[in-house]
């Protein structure tokens, strides 16, 4: 560029965001911001002939992008004591160049269980996204209401995902009604118990309770002798 004086113009700026630089020549500042926050920026025009020099100061506020965070468990029925896994997927929603958001994701229930790597996990980058994944072991029945939340890093706001359920059915209850307990019974007497079964109020059903023939029932009889 030609200054009034007839010399080269060179330029230089101070503050800018990390991703952005000026053209010496030209005076364009261009890039991808990837850091966000509020900066100072000081710009000088220097003449080559005279080496006189001029400055003008703005600021310029660079906003974190905004992300949606999504969980999924697998499997999403299960009985008390196995495990699920829970899948967080974090992704860059914002206008312009999308970038794959960074930090961690904690994991979080309402119910009775843990989930492994102290409810915590580092995000893996895959394009514009990122996921990690934790198991979840529940230890009694019902309904779970988990959660994920990102928290968020230098250039992406956080979000949460707050509600994904999974279902851990009560397991099947026998009761032995005869004999009472505590009997004393003759070698190779015959003895006959009966049962009854019943489920829980989120029982899968009575496949733990059968007859003597193996068919799953509410109430039977078993024979044998000692």
Known sequence: ????????????ATGLPAGLSIDTSMGLI???PTTAGT???QVTA???????SESTSFTWTVSKRSTSTSMECSPQELGAGATTTCTATVSDTDQGAASA????????????????GSGACSLTKSGTRASCKLTFKPTAAGADHLGATYSGDAAHVFSADPSFSITVPARPLAEILSP???QAFALGKAVTTTFSCAEGTAGPGLAACGDNN???AGAGTLHGTL
């Open 1 to 12: 560029a030609t200054d009034t004086a007839g010399g080269t113009a060179t330029y230089s």
């Open 30 to 32: 261009s890039g991808t």
């Open 39 to 41: 900066f100072s920026v």
């Open 46 to 52: 220097t003449d080559s002939t005279t080496n006189e």
């Open 101 to 116: 958001p960074t930090g961690t994701v904690k994991f979080t229930s309402n119910g009775a269980g843990s989930f492994s």
């Open 180 to 182: 009472a307990p505590n």
């Open 214 to 216: 193996g068919t799953s």
